[in-house]
């Protein structure tokens, strides 16, 4: 047994937290994957309702210790109690939601073509196909969301629904909140009378095991909150295994925000867009970090009102020292850099790892020669973009790359007017918002977070949302199988009376 250990730092302080973590080895690493595999010989062959169960059960463990994981989570990231209390929450509803999906198997798309056997010249097969899970998931602990994107986020949630087995990769920020839900999931496994390698997760206080844990071949596919540096070193080490498997990398985006001339004379528009940049310390992956519109007197007036805003605003503490300093050299770079103009800075507070919000300021011509403008900005820090005209802005749209989100401020007839680029908004990014900021996901049957690389991995995809569970499943197809082998979904009494596609037509009916 390993007797390394590491501490967490409390970002306020900027001193270590008195527990200690014992650090994984790669033989513990091997022997939990080992483990998840067994256990997925198992759970796989659960009903959606034992499933289901499970994942109510996780939820009330969780909220038995809300109070422990909120004394817990503040001290390690220093986000606000209310900001803990309503994850808290959000991560309890994601789990139901996903035990609801579960229970109604609905998602595992259920398709029958029924038998011709007098069909000439040739008799037609019975052909069935649902979606089975995948095996063993790896599933890594976001920084900025230590509850709803961790050990019991969406990734952990959605491959439990499915039928899949998880090992985590902590994230060493905020390891005793870690250690407090994956003590509740292992308590609610004990419950259900289920195999405890269903759920496990390794600590590391590097890259290695997490490098180890995606090439491992027992795990068949991976879910990722995080960096594009990150998503895409793992990206990389997943594409060269000898088993290519599904990497599901949720790497952030800018949020363009596009403001056409009635937004900019609202003035609810400037509370609501600093609101959006502050939130969270602008730790969320849809901070709005870029905001475009055509440049006229109104602009003018816009900017000095946002300018003056900003300047009022306090900042606050980052998550941890290393987002700390990246976004601390990258407000330097700005200072520096001609092509920015500071509009304001906020408020620093004293405390260790705090920073202040930013606003800057550029045309559309240098944003479009300077490459460097439409990267991500982790942190409260916007840039607006005052374009020449509507071509101008048209072509930022163009030559940006994949977003998570984009939004459009305006009146309808305005979006009317200028629907060439909806249109385009369809094609670079998975949620398009109309006058609304992106901050704030909502958890439900439509939610699409997801979208273009870099902003995803795999765009087709969503990491919120009832759907996020079809990213742990693959299709399988039963041609002429007796009913007793077939899964519930398919046979023909439909036990589970679930809608399924029949010759054709979608339907709840037996055969």
Request: hydrophobic share 40%.
């Amino acid at each position: 047994m390993n007797s390394k250990t590491i501490k967490t730092l409390n970002p306020r302080t900027g001193d270590f937290l008195d527990n200690d973590y014992v650090l994984s080895t790669p033989n513990d690493l091997n022997e939990k994957v080992l483990d998840a595999q067994l256990a997925f010989t198992v759970y796989r062959n659960t009903s959606g309702n034992e499933r289901a169960i499970l994942l109510e059960t996780i939820a009330e463990e969780i909220e038995a210790v809300k109070e422990e994981i909120l004394d817990m989570t503040t001290l390690e990231t220093g986000l606000p109690a209310g900001r803990i209390i309503g994850e808290t929450g959000r991560t309890i509803g994601q789990l139901r939601l996903f035990a609801e999906v579960a229970q109604k198997e609905f998602w595992v798309e259920a398709v029958i073509d029924t038998a011709l056997p007098d069909r000439q010249p040739l008799p037609k097969s019975d052909i069935r196909k649902c979606l089975v899970p995948l095996g063993p998931v790896a599933v890594f602990g976001a920084s900025n969301f230590p509850l709803a994107f961790s050990t019991a986020g969406g990734d952990t949630a959605a491959a439990l629904a499915s039928g899949n087995t998880v090992v985590v990769k902590a994230h060493n920020s905020h390891l005793g909140t870690h250690q407090c839900i994956a003590a509740a999931i292992a308590r609610a496994l004990e419950r259900c009378n289920l195999p405890k390698g269903i759920f496990s997760s390794v600590i590391d206080e590097g890259y290695e095991l997490g490098a180890a844990l995606v090439q491992h071949p027992g795990i068949k596919a991976v879910g990722f909150t995080g960096s594009y540096k990150g998503g895409t070193a793992l990206l990389d080490l997943v594409s060269k295994r000898k088993e290519p498997i599904p990497f599901y990398g949720e790497m952030g985006s800018v949020n363009p925000i596009v403001l056409f001339p009635s937004a900019l004379k609202e003035s609810k528009t400037v509370s609501n867009l600093i609101g959006s940049i502050n939130l969270g310390v602008g730790q969320f992956c849809t901070n709005p970090g870029l905001i475009l519109t055509v440049d006229s007197e109104a602009t003018q007036s816009f900017c000095l009102n946002m300018a003056e805003a900003i300047e009022q605003s306090v900042g606050e503490v980052m998550l941890n020292k290393a987002i700390f300093d990246t976004y601390e050299a990258n407000m330097a770079e700005i200072s520096a850099e001609s092509a920015y103009t500071l509009l304001g800075q906020g408020i620093k507070v004293t405390d260790s790892l705090a920073v202040k919000p930013c606003l800057a300021l550029t045309s559309g011509k240098k944003f479009l020669t300077h490459p460097k403008m439409s990267q991500e900005i982790f942190g409260p820090f916007s840039l607006i973009v005052l374009c020449e005209n509507q071509d101008e802005l048209s072509e930022i749209l163009m030559k940006i790359e994949g977003q998570l989100t984009l939004s459009f401020m305006g009146e309808e007839t305005e979006f009317e007017e200028q629907a060439h680029l909806v249109a385009l908004a369809q094609e670079k990014a998975g949620r398009i918002i109309f006058n609304g900021v992106p901050t704030g996901v909502e958890v439900g049957y439509a939610m699409i977070h997801g979208g273009p690389f870099p902003a995803s991995t795999v765009p087709s995809s969503t990491s919120v949302g009832a759907d996020a569970i079809r990213r742990f499943a693959r299709p399988v197809c039963f041609q002429d199988a007796p009913q007793s082998l077939l899964p519930m979904a398919l046979q023909d009494d439909n036990p589970l009376e679930i809608f399924r596609k029949i010759n054709g037509k979608w339907c709840q009916d037996k055969i």
